[in-house]
């Protein structure tokens, strides 16, 4: 098991954060779809809890296949997917289920030993805050993300979403600049506890490894985007960004659901390698279409004949 905490700061508000987390969600969920794979939303819906109130909860399919390292993709089905469930009751959102939160749908075995647990707070400060969650997270464990410095992969890195250059004409905030968390106001931080199990021998360490280092960076990539689009939803109300979650969620479904069905109609390749077989019998040899000769004395047979014969066939 690795558990790790890490700490993203934003200069927004917490207050501010509510409608643009709703809205980067949504319009990144639908970017990162297509070609049979991203976010499929089975269910969005209210909740009540005794301790947090009234909130949210999601359960989301994600098809991510081809994101998958070559070594893990050996033992999982090309239709593989997560099952995500998330309980907002904002400023305290928990993604999962009451014990481990993500859980795996695949006939494989051994995945459902694999569980990936997030529980989020969000702060008015600038990420100094100690025990934010009941109970307290080693230091060694806490990890600071810069949403301005901190490198991202090139596949996700647009010019339009670098802080460096983004200026906010509906707020006037940006760009920013180093050391900019202990010189901008507002700010707000996302303290966020991820814990990841994958308890198969021999394959453990470097699975929970490798789920850590892409967490990071979705987190990187979507707190830059929720900074980045920041005059795309400010000023819009709860009831405005839940109808544009409701829209981008259709699109999103029904895109997946298309290329899925495409997917499963098309026809399978078929191999394009040859093995090699040995063949002694005659009677074989008939089935499989070689012509033979009668051989009614195996004595006077060259050597050659009474070897055994080897063919190359590709499999039907």
Not at 11 to 18: A, C
Not at 85 to 102: C, D, E, L, R, S
Not at 266 to 295: C, F, H, N, Q, W
Request: charged fraction near 25%.
């Amino acid at each position: 098991m690795l558990i790790k905490e890490y700490r993203i700061c934003m200069p927004l508000t917490v207050d501010e954060y509510k409608i643009g987390q709703l809205y980067m969600i949504s319009k990144h969920s639908r970017e990162q779809s297509g070609g049979g794979e991203g976010v499929e939303v089975v269910r969005n819906e209210p909740c009540t809890d005794h301790k947090h109130g009234a909130g949210q909860i999601t359960e989301k399919r994600i098809y991510l296949n081809s994101k998958l390292p070559t070594w893990m993709r050996k033992f999982v089905p090309m239709a593989f997917y997560i099952t995500e469930t998330a309980w907002n009751f904002y400023p305290y959102t928990i993604t999962g289920q009451p014990k481990y939160f993500v859980t795996i749908n695949t006939p494989c075995s051994f995945l459902p030993r694999f569980h990936v647990r997030i529980e989020t707070h969000f702060e008015n400060d600038n990420g100094c805050s100690e025990n934010v969650f009941d109970d307290p997270t080693p230091k060694d464990t806490v990890c600071f993300l810069d949403i301005l410095s901190d490198p991202i992969p090139d596949k996700h890195y647009k010019s339009s979403e670098d802080l460096r250059h983004w200026v906010s004409e509906k707020t006037g905030r940006g760009p920013l600049v180093d050391d900019w968390r202990n010189s901008t106001t507002p700010i707000m931080c996302s303290y966020k506890r991820v814990t990841c199990s994958f308890e198969v021998y021999g394959f453990q360490g470097r699975t929970e490894d490798f789920v850590h280092r892409n967490i990071r960076d979705i987190l990187l990539v979507g707190h830059r985007q929720a900074v980045a689009w920041i005059d795309e939803w400010h000023g819009m109300t709860i009831e405005q960004v839940r109808e544009y979650e409701r829209k981008q969620q259709e699109e999103t479904n029904c895109q997946l659901k298309s290329d899925i069905t495409s997917t499963d109609s098309a026809p399978s390749k078929r191999p394009s390698y040859t093995r090699s077989i040995s063949v002694t019998d005659e009677s074989s040899l008939k089935k499989m279409g070689v012509k033979t000769e009668d051989m009614t004395d195996s004595s006077s047979c060259p050597s050659s004949v009474k070897s055994p014969l080897r063919l190359n066939s590709t499999p039907e």
